[in-house]
């Protein structure tokens, strides 16, 4: 199996509720991110990790907690949710931040989460 | 603050048409990335652009980074319904940080 796998695809889950999402990537990259895509807004670059360790926290809400064990897997822990967090989650990955800002990052096909 | 914006937001051709799509900014960014995103998938990269004025083309695809490494476009040649998604383009700063342009979605009509 290559490139970046999420999962679930789809997920609907209760304000009080308890979820996780999961992206895998089999790329060999170290630096992995989570983007938040709603409509009408442009990707929003929520974390970013290289080499498990986080390097960026881009003032998100502590309902979304992150999770990177090891440079193949990223988690996003979720808790108490509300409606407007209803998007589209996508994951990426890259070789390693340090090597600079040119090189690609690789999609997943995101998990659509559905707040009811 | 909005860093990237796109234009138009959407577009709907008939198939065979060209067609340019526009990224702005204010800022200047060390690069330039094109995304396309179908229904229900991710963005897959088309094309990175790193020089003030470089052009790079894609088959039917012309990407351009204006001289000032303030904005881009793409314009593509001849649409095809296969050309239908979701573009985006997406600016470079600091360590691998992109900035998300708003997206322009393109619907070429067989």
């Known amino acids: 199996e290559t490139g970046v796998t999420q999962t679930p695809r789809h997920l609907v889950m209760g304000m009080t509720n308890k979820k996780s999402l999961k992206c895998e990537q089999h790329l060999g990259h170290n630096a992995m991110y989570w983007y938040k895509q709603s409509a009408k807004k442009p990707l929003e670059l929520m974390f970013v990790y290289n080499f498990k360790e986080q390097t960026e926290n881009n003032s998100v809400p502590s309902r979304f907690s992150p999770e990177c064990p090891n440079s193949s897997h990223l988690f996003l822990h979720l808790h108490t949710l509300q409606p407007e967090d209803s998007a589209l989650y996508l994951c990426?990955?890259?070789?390693?931040?340090?090597?600079?800002?040119?090189?690609?990052?690789?999609f997943g096909d995101g998990t659509r989460l559905s707040i009811l | 603050t909005q860093l990237l914006e796109q234009s138009p937001q959407f577009l709907s051709i008939q198939e065979g048409e060209n067609l340019t799509v526009y990224c702005n900014s204010s800022?200047?960014?060390?690069?330039l990335q094109w995304y396309r995103q179908e229904p229900g998938e991710g963005p897959v990269l088309l094309v990175t652009v790193v020089t003030g004025g470089e052009v790079k083309k894609l088959k039917r695809l012309t990407f351009q980074f204006g001289d000032a490494r303030k904005d881009s476009s793409l314009h593509i040649t001849a649409a095809q319904p296969g050309d239908t998604g979701l573009y985006l383009c997406?600016?470079?700063?600091?360590?691998?940080?992109?900035?998300f342009g708003t997206g322009t979605r393109l619907t070429v009509i067989p």
């Open positions: 997406a600016g470079a700063r600091g360590a691998n940080n992109l900035f």
């Open positions: 800022s200047v960014f060390s690069s």
């Open positions: 990426a990955s890259s070789q390693d931040i340090g090597r600079g800002s040119n090189q690609p990052q690789h």
